[in-house]
């Protein structure tokens, strides 16, 4: 073992997580990762969990925290501050609330180094004197999640505290100070905030609202996918979402969704599992045409749907938190993007003709 060692990778377990082995624990939340690469890593010292090396057999409990040390530090991209318009919504000495566009990567990695939101954001505190360690928190393995972790990550001083996939749109929170950023992932953490997504999905959602319980964890054939596991299993992490109709449109349904857990694409496949995946959503089979019929005239009109609105139909419409130093109930709304808006009016005016 080497005499010195970088930390890789640290997660600290859900209250409610279940004994599962160490090396599991890690393939589940390690992108790219395989359990040999883990295991080897074990024989080596590699892994602790709390502070002590332990082999693959070690069986994690709550509140574990678990590091992938190496005997090399972990490479590090250089934040390079970029002047991108930001669509701020609110601004104050200890945050801001920006509105991001569909199709920007909220933080560099995995080939997105540049033009992200934090480059953006790099550029427009520095224009305020302020220098700021914008990096995610070090429990985030995953660049397109739509939350980075229920676990508060106090190694994080400030910048992000959660993150929304690339092609979703919408409301996210950036601490700029120490004190923010610790006030706002402890809220995160224990699910205080206030968020609703808007979402079209595809076929005609029957109940008026519902709630999802299941696990999500890693697709056990694509690392890169997330899947539904029963709640209580093994697999994955506990997730709950709430949805509720806002229109039916026929062959695709208007829905507002409320999560109480924020899982990497939770939204996503847990509406896909019960049979209403995201309009457009190409990484998970939303980019067909799943509902309707095979007349050449609709299959045109979803290609102009398609078109008009060339990503996933999910738009993180409001958020709601405690202010860190004022202790005031914030609550911020951003409307649906013309893209989205358009998407709807297409299918508002489908359903008035076929009527």
Same mark, same amino acid.
């Given at each position: 073992?080497?005499?010195?060692?970088?930390?890789?990778?640290?997660?600290?377990?859900?209250?409610?997580?279940?004994?599962?082995?160490? /090396?599991? #624990?890690?393939?589940?939340?390690?992108?790219?990762?395989?359990?040999?690469?883990?295991?080897?890593?074990?024989?080596?010292?590699?892994?602790?969990?709390?502070?002590?090396? &332990?082999?693959?057999?070690?069986?994690?409990?709550?509140?574990?925290?678990?590091?992938?040390?190496?005997?090399?530090?972990?490479?590090?991209?250089?934040?390079?501050?970029?002047?991108?318009?930001? !669509?701020?919504?609110?601004?104050?000495? /200890?945050?801001?609330?920006?509105?991001? =566009?569909?199709?920007?990567?909220?933080? =560099?990695?995995?080939?997105?180094?540049?033009?992200?939101?934090?480059?953006?954001?790099?550029?427009?505190?520095?224009?305020?004197?302020?220098?700021?360690?914008?990096?995610?928190?070090?429990?985030?393995?995953? !660049?397109?999640?739509?939350?980075?972790?229920?676990?508060?990550?106090?190694?994080?001083?400030?910048?992000?505290?959660?993150?929304?996939?690339?092609?979703?749109?919408?409301?996210?929170?950036?601490?700029?100070? &120490?004190?923010?950023?610790?006030?706002?992932?402890? $809220? #995160?953490?224990?699910?205080?905030?206030?968020?609703?997504?808007?979402?079209?999905?595809?076929?005609?959602?029957?109940?008026?609202?519902?709630?999802?319980?299941?696990?999500?964890?890693?697709?056990?054939? /694509?690392?890169?996918?997330?899947?539904?596991?029963?709640?209580?299993? /093994?697999?994955?992490?506990?997730?709950?979402?709430?949805?509720?109709?806002? $229109?039916?449109?026929?062959?695709?349904?208007?829905?507002?969704?409320?999560? &109480?857990?924020?899982?990497?694409?939770?939204?996503?496949?847990?509406?896909?599992?019960?049979?209403?995946?995201?309009?457009? !959503?190409?990484?998970?089979?939303?980019?067909?045409?799943?509902?309707?019929?095979?007349?050449?005239?609709?299959?045109?009109?979803?290609?102009?749907?398609?078109?008009?609105?060339?990503? $996933?139909?999910?738009?993180?419409?409001?958020?709601?938190?405690?202010?860190?130093?004022?202790?005031?109930?914030?609550?911020?709304?951003?409307?649906?993007? =013309?893209?989205?808006? $358009?998407?709807?009016?297409?299918?508002? !005016?489908?359903?008035?003709?076929?009527?």
């Amino acid at each position: 073992m080497a005499d010195e060692l970088f930390e890789h990778f640290r997660f600290v377990a859900d209250k409610g997580q279940g004994l599962v082995r160490v /090396d599991k #624990f890690l393939v589940d939340r390690i992108v790219g990762t395989s359990r040999n690469r883990i295991q080897r890593a074990a024989e080596g010292g590699f892994i602790l969990v709390n502070g002590r090396p &332990e082999k693959v057999s070690y069986k994690v409990k709550p509140l574990d925290v678990v590091q992938v040390m190496m005997d090399r530090p972990r490479h590090s991209t250089e934040i390079v501050p970029e002047d991108i318009p930001l !669509d701020i919504i609110y601004e104050d000495e /200890d945050l801001l609330v920006v509105n991001k =566009p569909a199709g920007m990567v909220v933080h =560099p990695g995995h080939g997105n180094y540049t033009g992200t939101l934090v480059n953006a954001l790099a550029h427009h505190l520095l224009s305020e004197g302020i220098e700021m360690d914008l990096g995610a928190s070090a429990n985030d393995t995953d !660049d397109d999640g739509e939350e980075a972790s229920d676990t508060p990550s106090f190694q994080q001083r400030c910048g992000l505290v959660h993150r929304i996939d690339k092609e979703t749109s919408g409301l996210l929170v950036i601490a700029k100070n &120490e004190e923010a950023g610790t006030s706002l992932s402890r $809220q #995160f953490f224990h699910k205080t905030t206030r968020r609703l997504y808007t979402a079209l999905v595809w076929g005609h959602v029957e109940a008026d609202e519902g709630v999802i319980e299941g696990n999500i964890g890693r697709n056990k054939r /694509d690392r890169i996918l997330m899947d539904f596991y029963p709640a209580g299993s /093994d697999e994955g992490k506990p997730a709950v979402t709430h949805y509720r109709v806002l $229109q039916r449109l026929g062959y695709v349904t208007l829905v507002e969704c409320r999560l &109480e857990t924020g899982r990497t694409h939770q939204i996503r496949v847990h509406m896909k599992h019960i049979g209403h995946t995201l309009f457009n !959503d190409k990484t998970y089979g939303g980019d067909q045409i799943l509902k309707g019929t095979t007349f050449s005239r609709y299959t045109q009109f979803v290609k102009r749907c398609f078109e008009v609105c060339p990503r $996933q139909a999910l738009h993180a419409r409001t958020l709601g938190f405690r202010h860190p130093r004022t202790g005031e109930e914030m609550d911020f709304e951003a409307p649906l993007p =013309p893209d989205m808006t $358009q998407l709807v009016e297409l299918w508002n !005016d489908y359903i008035s003709h076929r009527e």
